[in-house]
């Protein structure tokens, strides 16, 4: 070898390089231009120039280099084609262990048996030109537990066909396709992440033929359903987003519950109901329904009879929260925070997050046979209720306030078969009146085909459910956002439409709370040993291995 | 087998000593000691560190959500030796080959009784386990810093992240092996061998791009996602087998390299 040919060989490397710069330029852009193939073509045309000049010397396949070089080069891409295969395949039938404590990586329970029991191919369309890791990450995480879950991430502007047919208007829309349902899940602002709630509560949404409906009972003063100050604009948005469908109900002109009625919520009454009002709800009732009380202080909804049988005692006393927590947000006493939850399916995975109740009454109950009552919303140690809010000072006098910790809240439920017998005659209107037999029920369910759960639930198991809080200010607009409300109260919403065990809302995966609590020693330890001592130690050894190679 | 085992044994001695001998070593360990003791202080203990910081969101008494200091710092620090690992090892991998070549001791090696790629295996198994030797330190003081964490750290993700970081070493130095195979000069072994192993780092920016099947080669092929994977406390089966597949492929390349190398007279 002459030292010139030495220095020209590594410029054959220049080949494979420009070949490989081609093939990416031209996969990126994804369309061949004249650039990309400019490079294969003088890379192609570098190696082979290469192999000739190098090839040419002297009969250059007979030479045994020539012949270990090419085994060589033989071996290398069986290798790699091997190592390929075996990733290929690794790939495939991955296997994940999560060993994050709260499993931060995994997605929970609910997501993961949405996704295994889908039915037809379901396939989430993330409008997101750029798309982050992290959604990836999650998609892809969702695509592990079922065949039939597919994802792509589209940029609008350049499928323009796509985008239309999914009606895109904004960058960052995410959509579900379903069998022939598409279904917005999220507008996504830029930066924000792809929430598995959202996605989660969007594919059990797509999935119902029927939404199931709640109606909020309206005149009595209630906050309207449309966005003012104190509705619950935002409740009933997040209630669609979860897939049912809200709307106001005047019980005064109807008469009857409809029967479509998933939940009937009595929230924020200022008037009583008039009893013709109460007795339908009773009615319902009877007949395995589901009703939610939110009921504020000095209110009287006049529900009376209602709560004489269901055992519920409201106490007009205000909860007053003397631990000072809610000074930090910026809460006085009267806005307890709470900590503390029952042991309900609703509650389940609250841990010890915060909720917030402007404004609360106490809940009390009395046993009644037939009736399970569940505390959901406790109170801190430091409450108690007061009788006396219009006293200049704050503070408790055993006479007359109750100590804490107090109940804000109850889920209650009792089986439709232990119904009391006199209940009050439904109204007059036979069109509307609701059927009074279970087997009746059963047979209108099975013809209408209204929600299936709930028909499986009432054949399997009919209970009538129920949920009182002494507050409704916390699921209002502006309130509704703050720490777990909103989580409490559509949970509420799914354990009493019998849709828990579809969707109960996911919380996001939290990280253990955590600290390092370092002693003055232990930092003076770390700090000297990794600034000093250990380079120190390195650098002396290092100069004595010198002087001794000298 | 038995003897092959032996020679593989043989050769990681020679190596090893070779390297705690080797004044060039210290210094790249020393290198390696300071520059993390820089990120790991300040980051730690400094008054911009997580510790000061969560602490005064503690004293505002804000009700944020949960944080777990040891293990976002775990995160952040691992993150920190990775990117650096990917500059310094290149210069203990340049030598593994390069110097037998200056010293004229590669064609002993290459036409010795002992198999190529059990010289191979020796020579990363040794280099490796010099750098294992440079990470205790940093694990001394983590250990100190998790010590005090409350509540009580599970060892399993710290244990999973540092060997996420070893089999990272592994890979880069395994390729750096190949590299230094094919020149003799020290130098250009080290920068091409950095050059490669930015280029799998980075392969991920490119295949964010590409959508389809080619993206998703390209994703996998690239180093920093099966780094993370094992950083944050996943193990994944898929990653583990990329990160060995760079181990093999540079032990193989090598052997091969260096069984071309005896006709090329």
């Known amino acids: ?550 | 087998m038995r003897v092959i085992i032996a020679n593989i044994i043989a050769i990681f001695r020679k190596e090893l000593q070779g390297y705690f001998a080797s004044p060039l070593a210290y210094i790249v360990a020393v290198i390696f000691w300071l520059i993390a003791g820089f990120f790991f202080v300040p980051s730690l203990l400094g008054p911009e560190g997580i510790i000061q910081s969560v602490a005064q969101r503690d004293q505002l008494g804000i009700p944020g959500p949960p944080i777990d200091v040891a293990y976002e710092f775990l995160r952040f620090f691992l993150g920190v030796l990775g990117s650096l690992v990917l500059f310094l090892l290149p210069i203990l991998s340049m030598g593994l080959y390069a110097e037998e070549r200056k010293r004229g001791t590669l064609e002993l090696l290459a036409t010795s009784p002992l198999t190529n790629w059990s010289v191979a295996v020796g020579k990363l198994l040794g280099v490796v386990t010099f750098f294992t030797f440079m990470l205790l330190p940093l694990i001394f003081y983590q250990a100190i810093a998790f010590s005090a964490a409350d509540p009580p750290i599970k060892l399993a993700v710290p244990l999973v992240a540092h060997f996420g970081l070893i089999l990272l070493a592994a890979a880069i130095l395994s390729l750096g092996m190949f590299i230094s195979s094919l020149t003799d000069s020290t130098i250009l072994s080290a920068i091409m061998t950095f050059a490669l192993c930015l280029f799998l780092w980075l392969i991920e920016l490119v295949a964010n791009v590409v959508s389809g099947g080619v993206g998703a080669v390209l994703n996998h092929i690239s180093l920093l996602q099966h780094y993370n994977n094992l950083v944050q406390g996943i193990i994944d089966t898929s990653s583990i087998v990329m990160l060995a597949s760079y181990i093999i492929l540079g032990v193989c390349l090598t052997a091969i390299s260096i069984e071309a190398l005896r006709f090329q007279r």
């Open chain 1, 1 to 550: 070898m002459s030292k010139k040919s030495k220095y020209w060989r590594y410029l054959i490397w220049l080949g494979p390089c420009l070949l490989v710069a081609g093939l990416i330029a031209g996969l990126v852009t994804g369309e061949w231009t004249v650039l990309p193939i400019i490079f294969l073509v003088i890379g192609l045309g570098i190696i082979i120039f290469g192999l000739i000049t190098f090839g040419g010397a002297k009969n250059f396949f007979a030479r045994r280099s020539t012949q270990a070089g090419t085994n060589a080069i033989v071996a290398s891409v069986a290798l790699v084609v091997i190592l390929g295969l075996i990733n290929f395949l690794a790939v495939r039938y991955t296997g994940r262990i999560d060993l994050t404590e709260n499993q931060l990586f995994t997605l929970s329970p609910q997501s993961q048996e949405i996704v295994k029991n889908l039915e037809q191919p379901l396939k989430v369309w993330a409008f997101v030109p750029t798309p982050n890791p992290a959604d990836q990450e999650l998609l892809a995480r969702y695509s592990r537990y079922g065949e039939n879950f597919e994802y792509e991430f589209v940029d609008p502007q350049i499928e323009v066909g796509i985008a239309q047919r999914f009606d895109v208007n904004l960058i960052g829309e995410i959509y579900l396709e379903y069998g022939d349902k598409k279904q917005l899940v999220q507008s996504l602002s830029p930066g924000e992440p792809i929430s598995e709630i959202e996605l989660t509560n969007a594919i059990a949404k797509v999935q119902r033929d029927v939404l199931p409906k709640i109606y909020f009972i309206q005149g009595h003063g209630e906050p309207l359903l449309e966005a003012e100050q104190g509705g619950f604009s935002q409740a009933v948005a997040s209630l669609e987003k979860s897939g049912y469908e809200v709307e106001p109900l005047n019980l005064a002109s109807l008469a009857a519950v409809p029967e479509d009625a998933g939940v009937v919520a009595i929230a924020g009454a200022k008037r009583p109901l008039i009893p013709g009002e109460v007795s339908a709800i009773q009615t319902y009732l009877d007949n395995g329904g589901s009703a939610f009380l939110l009921i504020d202080p000095n209110t009287n909804p006049g529900l009376d009879s209602l709560l004489q049988e269901w055992g519920i005692v409201l106490d007009n006393r205000i909860v007053i929260d003397a631990s000072g927590t809610g000074s930090v947000l910026g809460f006085g006493p009267v806005t307890p925070l709470v900590r503390d939850y029952g042991n309900h399916p609703i509650v389940a995975d609250f841990a010890n997050g915060i909720s917030i109740y402007p404004l609360a009454r106490r809940i009390d109950t009395n046993q009644v046979v037939g009736i399970t009552a569940t505390p959901l919303i406790v109170t801190s140690e430091q409450s108690w209720a007061e009788s006396d809010v219009e006293s200049e000072e704050l503070e408790f006098n055993p006479a007359s306030d109750v100590p804490g910790p107090l109940n804000l809240g109850f889920a209650f439920s009792r089986p439709v078969s232990s119904t009391p017998t006199q209940t009050t005659p439904p109204p007059e209107t036979e069109a509307e009146t609701p059927p009074a037999t279970d087997e009746e029920i059963t047979e209108t369910e099975a013809e209408d085909l209204e929600t299936e759960e709930t028909a499986n639930e009432a054949e399997n198991n009919p209970e009538a459910r129920l949920v009182a809080i002494g507050n409704s200010t916390f699921a209002t607009d502006g309130w509704l956002d703050e720490q777990l409300n909103q989580d409490l109260f559509l949970n509420s919403v799914d354990w009493l439409s019998k849709q828990d065990e579809k969707s109960l809302s996911i919380r996001p995966k939290q990280p253990e709370n955590r600290r390092i609590n370092l002693t003055p020693e232990k930092a003076e330890i770390i700090f000297w040993s990794a600034l000093v001592v250990v380079p120190l130690l390195g650098l002396i050894t290092a100069g004595i291995m010198w002087w001794r190679r000298r």
